[in-house]
C-alpha cells in the first residue's frame, strides 16, 4: 500500500470510497455557494455544510483537526486559508473563498471554491477565475505528466499567461507557496506535497493510485503571508485579496477522474483536450 516516501497508493475500491467522500463535498460547497449573499454570516454558511455532511451519514474533515472549530474554513478579501466561521456578515463585493473536507468510512474528500459577492471589482473576478483556471491546468496536467512537479510547472505557466493578457491590471499575481496541495486518502493531508510553482526537484512519479489535492492560491499582490493571532487565519501582509480553488484528483491506469467534481472533471478537461478515466 504504501511507496516510495510513504506515499499511500490507492485500489480502484478505495478510490470508488474516496468518490463518495468527493460527492458529499461537492454537494455542501454547492449549497454553501448558493447561500453565499450579502447579509449572511459565515457561522449559518458553516451550518448549512454541517447539515449536508451529517445528512448524508459523513464526518467533517476539518471539525476537530488540530483543534480547529468548524465544519468549513471561509476565507474573505485579504484572507488567504484557514478563515473560521463565525458572526462576519457579509456584504456586496466580498471576495470569498471557501474550503470543505468529508470523511466517508475513513476515507477523505477534499475541495475548495472562489465566489465575488454581487458588486464585486473586475479585478477580484478575474482573480477567482484565473485561480480556477490554473487548478484545472494543473489537474490536466496530471493526465499526461510523468512527475508530480508537473502541476506546479503547469500553474505557473497559467499565471504568467494571465498576467501577460493584463488581467491583474497590468500587476503580477502572486502564486502563494507556504500553502501547498497534498496527498489525500485515509488521513486528509499526507505524502506527497503538491507544489503551485517550479521546483528543480519534480518530484515523485506519477502512477495509479496516487490521490492529491490540487489547490492553487493566488494573490493581487505579494504572495507573502501571516498568520493572525487565532493561529489559524493566514492573511496577506500587504492586504491584497486572495481566492483558493482545490479539488481532489484520482490517478488511475487509464487517466485521472476529479472525486470532488460531480461529473468527474469531464466538462473542464475536455475544454482542456483531456477525457477522464472510467471511475468503475
Request: glycine share 12%.
Amino acid at each position: 500500500m504504501f511507496g516510495r516516501e510513504r506515499i499511500e497508493y490507492k485500489s480502484p475500491e478505495q478510490v470508488l470510497l474516496m468518490r463518495r467522500a468527493g460527492l458529499v463535498v461537492a454537494e455542501a460547497l454547492r449549497v454553501v455557494r448558493e447561500a453565499a449573499v450579502p447579509g449572511v454570516t459565515t457561522a449559518a454558511l458553516d451550518s448549512m455544510a454541517a447539515t449536508v455532511i451529517g445528512d448524508h451519514g459523513a464526518t467533517a474533515s476539518f471539525l476537530g483537526y488540530h483543534g480547529y472549530p468548524a465544519t468549513l474554513c471561509i476565507s474573505v478579501n485579504d484572507e488567504v486559508v484557514h478563515g473560521i466561521p463565525g458572526s462576519r456578515v457579509l456584504t456586496d463585493g466580498d471576495l470569498v473563498s471557501v474550503d470543505c473536507g468529508a470523511i466517508v468510512d475513513g476515507w477523505h474528500g477534499d475541495s475548495a471554491i472562489t465566489v465575488v459577492l454581487e458588486g464585486g471589482d473586475e479585478l477580484d473576478t478575474q482573480l477567482a477565475a484565473t485561480t480556477e483556471r490554473a487548478l484545472w491546468a494543473g489537474i490536466a496536467a496530471l493526465a499526461s505528466g510523468d512527475r508530480l512537479g508537473v502541476v506546479g510547472e503547469a500553474v505557473e505557466d497559467l499565471v504568467d499567461e494571465a498576467q501577460s493578457a493584463g488581467l491583474n491590471g497590468g500587476a503580477r499575481y502572486g502564486i502563494v507557496q507556504e500553502y501547498v496541495g497534498h496527498g489525500i486518502g485515509t488521513a486528509m493531508h499526507q505524502p506527497p506535497d503538491v507544489l503551485n510553482y517550479r521546483t528543480r526537484d519534480r518530484g515523485p512519479k506519477l502512477r495509479p493510485g496516487l490521490c492529491v489535492a490540487v489547490e492553487p492560491m493566488l494573490v493581487r499582490g505579494s504572495r507573502f503571508t501571516r498568520e493572525l493571532d487565532d493561529e489559524w487565519t493566514v492573511v496577506t501582509e500587504d492586504g491584497s485579496r486572495a481566492a483558493h480553488w482545490e479539488h481532489s484528483v484520482a490517478i488511475l491506469a487509464d487517466g485521472i477522474w476529479v472525486l470532488t467534481a460531480v461529473d468527474g472533471g469531464a466538462g473542464r478537461l475536455s475544454e482542456l483536450g483531456v477525457t477522464v478515466a472510467p471511475l468503475a
